[in-house]
């Protein structure tokens, strides 16, 4: 989840600046680079990225209070949590038909063949969105006034103690080891978030003075450089080939010039993640275990499942691929129902098969077309619309969520690589993560 972009970030981190400018953040063969080699806005942001880290955990703090406020009342109603809320997002009117059309018609491009009908919940989702926040807002600052909030310990409190209380809703109290539990893996991205910010603005300032100086002592403009190195050897033209040829020529160049970096990333939390007993594909004594936690109505997880499987095959024999279910509910109505599904597919063998037709028909999710995708793979369909409907299998995808919550998951797809969620949901990102963990 990324609940602030390092953009509105870097307004937190205007505060008076904490170390100097003159701090060396790069060593290099001839050349130190410091934090006034930086852009002024990523300078504003190392001076004050403990700033930022503490904003970001007072607004988690705030989305944890909100969260247990609406856990009281559901809980003095007799309902559901999610139904209150969705309750309160019901009270806002649907946009006119005119401003639908109008949202439509601008976004055309990038809708493809889309019609207006089947785009038509999108746009309004969208259009919604700012009115529901705001609705939401007003009815925590209401349910805040029903419910006795007390406040504890500072959320940024430096001696801050596990066992330390941070805030109480009607007397059941949140200590700051649950804090930290629960938005581990947040709390983590938003530090790494401004650790890649940072990174890769002096990444791009020592390249590119390499690049000068290597062009220079061969006596070429660093244009006719770059393009001897890079453009000149394109054969396809394809993004990827062209982000190949600016590694190969980045790594060469840190390499001959002792490129070395002293702004430290941050660790990444290492947890044990179960694989309960759930689909899987690869050796189960492989040295790499990839858990993928997925809703299966979400475009993300779709448009992430065929990156991530070609890059599986590029490891033969030495990854454990594991599919695990985190239904978003409060997002996508017809997602438990696709989990039952893929569990029911599972029970005859055909897990991965059927998740591949949901993937691709996350817009007819409804139970007709659950079954009809059953009958295509030759399931047997009565026996699948019986497994769908048993308790047991929604137990199954209730605890998937549940061990996914504990892990600290909040969106989907969340990928561990043995043990470590993997930040950057690319092709190079899961080879990066699959690789560091082989030479472990």
Known sequence: MRFISITLLLISACAAFAQKPDTVLV?????????????????????????????????????????????????????SAESLEEAEKAKIPNPAETEIKAVYDANRASLGDQTLDQSRKRIVEYLRRDAETK??????????????????????????????????????????????????????DQRADVYDAIRGQIENVVLSS???????????D????????????????????????????????????????LIKEPAPPVQSVSTDDDPAQGPANAPVTVVMFSDFQCPACSATHPVLKKVLAEYPGKVRFVVRDFPLTSLHENA??????????????????????????????????????????????????????LEKTAAEV???????????????????????????????????????????
Not at 36 to 47: G, T
Not at 154 to 168: G, I, Q, R, W, Y
Not at 224 to 239: C, P, T
């Open 222 to 261: 660093a244009s006719d450089y770059i393009a001897r190195e890079i453009s000149n050897k394109l054969k396809d033209y394809s993004d990827d080939e062209r982000a190949g040829l600016e590694k190969a020529l980045k790594d060469k160049l840190f390499a001959k010039y002792a490129v070395n970096f």
């Open 336 to 389: 438990f129902r696709a989990a039952l599904a893929a569990n029911a597919a599972n029970a005859q063998g055909k897990f991965f098969e059927y998740t591949e037709i949901l993937y691709t028909h996350q817009n007819a999710l409804d139970a007709a077309s659950l079954s009809k995708y059953a009958a295509d793979l030759g399931l047997n369909v009565k026996q699948f619309e019986l497994d769908l409907s």
């Open 398 to 440: 209730r605890k998937d969520m549940a061990d996914g919550k504990a892990y600290g998951i909040t969106g989907t797809p969340t990928i561990f690589v043995n043990g470590i969620a993997v930040r950057h949901l690319s092709a190079e990102g899961f080879r990066e993560a699959i690789d560091r963990a082989l030479k472990k």
């Open 135 to 188: 609705a939401l807002d007003a009815y925590y600052e209401n349910l805040a006034a029903r419910h006795k909030v007390v406040y504890g310990k500072d959320v940024n409190a430096a001696d801050l103690k596990p066992m330390e209380t941070l805030f109480s809703v009607d007397g059941k109290s949140v200590s700051a080891g649950e804090f930290e539990n629960k938005y581990k893996l947040t709390l983590y």
């Open 210 to 220: 390499l690049i000068e100086r290597d062009a220079a002592a061969e006596k070429i």
């Open 27 to 79: 060593t290099s063969t001839g050349k130190d680079f410091t934090v006034s080699d930086l852009s002024p806005d990523a300078q504003k942001l190392y001076q004050g990225q403990d700033s930022v880290i503490a904003e970001a955990r007072k607004q988690l703090l705030k989305f944890f209070v909100n969260e247990r406020l609406v856990e009281a009342e559901a809980t003095a109603r007799g309902v």
